[in-house]
């Protein structure tokens, strides 16, 4: 088998895994349903919870699901809205979230950075320092989505008692007449956080990143294999 054949195959795999992990990664980074149905703060309970919405405060309870960078209800409340009032006032002082808003940021950027790359190269000639440099780019890019996804979700778990299984709330909640996704509070007892759909694919991006960052490899190993008469330092 033509060898140089062989590390093509290789590196448009890659590219192309990649660009369905970059798809995944760009859903999760926007959507706001990394956490979902959130009541109160558990440690603010006693004075009430809020976000700023049109210069007015409502009560959280209002805005059940959350992402990296809002949180909405009948209309969403973005970071930067109201003088980054929701960033300052929810998100910077749960420092989990905060620093899940920092690695994965840098994640993002270095995954379209390496997206970026990968496109060109494919119009060049590959060295196999490039490939190599992509490779752990994106491997990187990769364990700094899953420590933001560990930070969140952990944090969720610690700060507002979230689980992963929204379905064990339906069964619960389903003799109280209330749909677990309802924002309109009834009692405390209903708002059961749970880790929302963004987050989990956001989960399958990382995963995805992984397998593009080893075919980035054996495309690499392909290039320098040394009975391979193509092969560029």
Same mark, same amino acid.
């Given at each position: 088998?033509?060898k140089r054949s062989?590390?093509? =195959?290789?590196?448009?795999?890659?590219?192309?895994?990649?660009?369905?992990?970059?798809?995944?990664?760009? *859903?999760?980074?926007?959507?706001?349903?990394?956490?979902?149905?959130?009541?109160?703060?558990?440690? +603010?309970?006693?004075?009430?919870?809020?976000?700023?919405?049109?210069?007015?405060?409502?009560?959280? +309870?209002?805005?059940?699901?959350?992402?990296?960078?809002?949180?909405?209800?009948?209309?969403?409340?973005?970071?930067?809205?109201?003088?980054?009032?929701?960033q300052t006032q *929810?998100?910077?002082?749960?420092?989990?979230?905060?620093?899940?808003?920092?690695?994965?940021?840098?994640?993002?950027?270095?995954?379209?950075?390496?997206?970026?790359?990968? +496109?060109?190269?494919?119009?060049?000639?590959? +060295?196999s320092r490039v490939?190599?440099?992509?490779?752990?780019?994106?491997?990187?890019?990769?364990?700094?989505? *899953?420590?933001?996804?560990?930070?969140? /979700? /952990? /944090?969720?778990?610690?700060?507002?008692?979230?689980?992963?299984?929204?379905?064990?709330?339906?069964?619960?909640?389903?003799?109280?007449?209330?749909?677990?996704?309802?924002?309109?509070?009834?009692?405390?007892?209903?708002?059961?956080?749970?880790?929302?759909?963004?987050?989990? *694919?956001?989960?399958?991006?990382?995963?995805?990143?992984?397998?593009?960052?080893?075919?980035?490899?054996?495309?690499?190993?392909?290039?320098?294999?040394?009975?391979?008469?193509? =092969?560029?330092?």
């Amino acid at each position: 088998m033509d060898k140089r054949s062989g590390y093509d =195959c290789s590196y448009v795999t890659a590219s192309l895994v990649l660009t369905f992990a970059a798809v995944a990664l760009g *859903i999760c980074f926007f959507s706001p349903y990394w956490l979902q149905n959130i009541g109160l703060h558990p440690e +603010r309970e006693k004075n009430g919870s809020y976000v700023k919405v049109n210069g007015a405060f409502a009560d959280s +309870r209002y805005f059940p699901d959350r992402g990296l960078w809002a949180q909405c209800g009948a209309e969403c409340v973005w970071f930067w809205s109201s003088d980054y009032t929701i960033q300052t006032q *929810i998100f910077t002082p749960l420092k989990w979230h905060l620093a899940a808003q920092v690695m994965y940021f840098i994640a993002a950027v270095m995954m379209l950075t390496c997206e970026i790359y990968a +496109r060109v190269q494919m119009c060049c000639t590959q +060295r196999s320092r490039v490939v190599l440099s992509l490779a752990t780019l994106v491997l990187a890019s990769a364990l700094l989505q *899953i420590a933001s996804f560990a930070t969140f /979700g /952990g /944090g969720a778990y610690s700060s507002y008692k979230a689980i992963s299984d929204p379905v064990a709330i339906v069964s619960n909640y389903t003799d109280m007449g209330s749909r677990y996704w309802d924002a309109t509070p009834i009692g405390p007892t209903e708002f059961v956080p749970f880790i929302g759909w963004s987050f989990w *694919i956001g989960v399958v991006g990382a995963m995805l990143s992984i397998i593009s960052a080893v075919f980035f490899l054996i495309a690499y190993c392909g290039l320098r294999c040394t009975c391979c008469p193509c =092969c560029e330092d």
